[in-house]
C-alpha cells in the first residue's frame, strides 16, 4: 500500500509542477492572460506542499520524483500538446520510473 500512496502522490505532484510552469508558458510565448500566474503560483505551492508529505529523506524523495516527473511530461506532451511520444519517448519514461522505484523501494537497513 506504501508503494501505491507513493506514487499517486509524486503523479499528483508532478501534475501540479507541470501545470505551475505551463501556465506562465501560455503567457510568454502563447500571448494568454497574465492572470494565469495567479493559478501558476498556487499550483506551484500545491507541489512544494505535495513533496514534503513523503516520509523519506529530502533528497531521496527529489531523487525519485524525478523519474515520475519524466514520465507525466511525457503524458502531458500526448495528451495536452496533442504530441505523439515516440517510442524512445516511451523507453526513457520507464527506464526513469525503474530509476524511481528502485531509489524509493529498495530495501535499506535503518
Not at 501558476?40 to 514534503?52: D, G, P, R
Not at 531521496?60 to 511525457?74: L, S
Amino acid at each position: 500500500m506504501f508503494e501505491i500512496k507513493t506514487i499517486a502522490l509524486f503523479l499528483v505532484t508532478a501534475v501540479a509542477e507541470i501545470a505551475g510552469c505551463y501556465l506562465p508558458y501560455l503567457w510568454l510565448k502563447e500571448g494568454k492572460s497574465g492572470w494565469l500566474l495567479v493559478p501558476a503560483a498556487l499550483s506551484l505551492a500545491l507541489f512544494a506542499w505535495l513533496l514534503s508529505l513523503h516520509p523519506a529523506a529530502a533528497g531521496r524523495v527529489y531523487a525519485a520524483y524525478g523519474g515520475v516527473y519524466v514520465f507525466v511530461a511525457i503524458l502531458w506532451l500526448w495528451l495536452i500538446d496533442g504530441i505523439r511520444p515516440s517510442v524512445w519517448d516511451a523507453v526513457g519514461s520507464l527506464v526513469a520510473l525503474l530509476g524511481m522505484a528502485i531509489i524509493m523501494f529498495a530495501p535499506r537497513s535503518t
